[in-house]
Every structure is written in structure tokens, then in C-alpha cells.
């Protein structure tokens, strides 16, 4: 068991898809999160207190077990939009964390451009690699037949929808943020007030103290 500061990774695997879906349909309240597995080396992962075996990697479904997890989606692709939707997440990260909570942050971008990104933007959270869409279509975000090029002016790449999700112990959602239309920013403090009501605090958590390696 233990805290994951600054690990940079490999891959993972998703247990299961819905081969059926054709039209962008995101999560929310209420609805359950996809049985994931994650491995830890497949992304960089930071200020992230988790228990888990680190050689059989991790299910999503675990993860929530240590506190609420924030998880949300990003792409480069989405230009202007994504440095705000960066920025917004930023702002939140102290208040998160000091809640007990966790961000995870699904992206398009490769090993090597997380990496890059991370140090050069200063982010404070873990982001990891999401191939070909894979987990943002488990989350209703991205289908190959619902394309973002299709309908926002702009884009020109194969990327999923913004999405932001909250959840807690039972894996079930409490707070969901879409935007189908790019035309809306994620907000503090709604988010926040689930949180709270979590009623989970730092002293709660199982950790491991890990330095960069």
C-alpha cells in the first residue's frame, strides 16, 4: 500500500466494452463506473494515495476505497478549451486533496508528451495515457460514430468529449460535468460540495510516503 509521487509508466488494460454504442452518451449521477484495471506504469502519477499491489496493478473500483476520486478527461486537441479546462483543474487540485481526494486525468497524449506537459505546466496531478479512447468511451464521452470534428469547429483530431466524475466508496457517481458543446468552463465549488459531504478527511487515508524515482 502506498502513495504514487511522480511515476512515469507503460500500459493498462480495460476489462470490458460496450461494443454497441454509437452515440456519445456520458455517465452520470447515479450510474456506476466501468470495471477498469489499471497498470501503474502507464502514466505519471503524483500527490495520488492509493492501496494497491503496485505488481498486479489496480482497479478503479479499489482506488475509490482510499478516498473520493476525481476523475476527468483532456486533450490538446482541444486548444483554448483544454488550457482553461487545465487551469480550472488546477484550481481545484489543493481543495481536492485536502478533502482526502484523488484526481485522475484520462488524456490523448502520449507518455512522452505527459511527461513534458507536466513539467513544463507545473501540473500537480496524475494524468495517464487513454489509447485510442478507450477509457473515455467506457465513460460515455467519446464514440468512434459521434465524432467531436463533426460537430465542433476546430478540431480536427480523434478526441473524446470534457468530462469531469465524482466518485465515491459505493463506485457509484455523484457528480458528473459534461460539455457536448465546449462552450462551458468546470466549476469549484459544486464539485467541492460533494466532496465535503464525503465526509472523508487526510487522516483517513492508508499511505505510503514514495519519492520520485
Given amino acids: 500500500m502506498k502513495?504514487?509521487?511522480n511515476r512515469i509508466g507503460g500500459d493498462y488494460s480495460v476489462?470490458?466494452?460496450?461494443?454497441?454504442?454509437?452515440?456519445?452518451?456520458?455517465?452520470?449521477?447515479?450510474?456506476?463506473?466501468?470495471?477498469?484495471?489499471?497498470s501503474v506504469e502507464q502514466g505519471i502519477w503524483q500527490n495520488f494515495t492509493c492501496a494497491f499491489d503496485e505488481s498486479l496493478g489496480t482497479h478503479l473500483h479499489g482506488m475509490v476505497n482510499s478516498g473520493p476520486l476525481v476523475i476527468s478527461f483532456y486533450s490538446p486537441d482541444w486548444k483554448s478549451y483544454g488550457q482553461r479546462h487545465l487551469e480550472s483543474l488546477k484550481d481545484v487540485f489543493r481543495d481536492i486533496r485536502e478533502s482526502g481526494g484523488n484526481i485522475l486525468v484520462f488524456t490523448t497524449e502520449n507518455l512522452d508528451q505527459i511527461k513534458n506537459r507536466v513539467g513544463e505546466e507545473n501540473l500537480p496531478f496524475t494524468m495517464l495515457h487513454d489509447a485510442n479512447n478507450r477509457i473515455a468511451q467506457l465513460?460515455?464521452?467519446?464514440?468512434?460514430?459521434?465524432?467531436?470534428w463533426d460537430k465542433i469547429a476546430g478540431i480536427d483530431e480523434d478526441v473524446p468529449f470534457p468530462g469531469t466524475f465524482v466518485i465515491l466508496k459505493n463506485k457509484q457517481i455523484y457528480y458528473d460535468f459534461t460539455d457536448l458543446e465546449f462552450s462551458r468552463v468546470l466549476e469549484k465549488k459544486p464539485l467541492m460540495v460533494i466532496i465535503k459531504q464525503a465526509g472523508w478527511t487526510k487522516n483517513k487515508l492508508i499511505s505510503r510516503q514514495k519519492g520520485p524515482e
Fill in 15 to 38: 476489462s470490458t466494452t460496450n461494443k454497441n454504442q454509437r452515440k456519445v452518451n456520458p455517465l452520470t449521477q447515479t450510474d456506476s463506473v466501468p470495471n477498469i484495471r489499471l
Fill in 3 to 5: 502513495t504514487m509521487n
Fill in 139 to 148: 465513460f460515455g464521452l467519446y464514440s468512434p460514430f459521434d465524432a467531436v
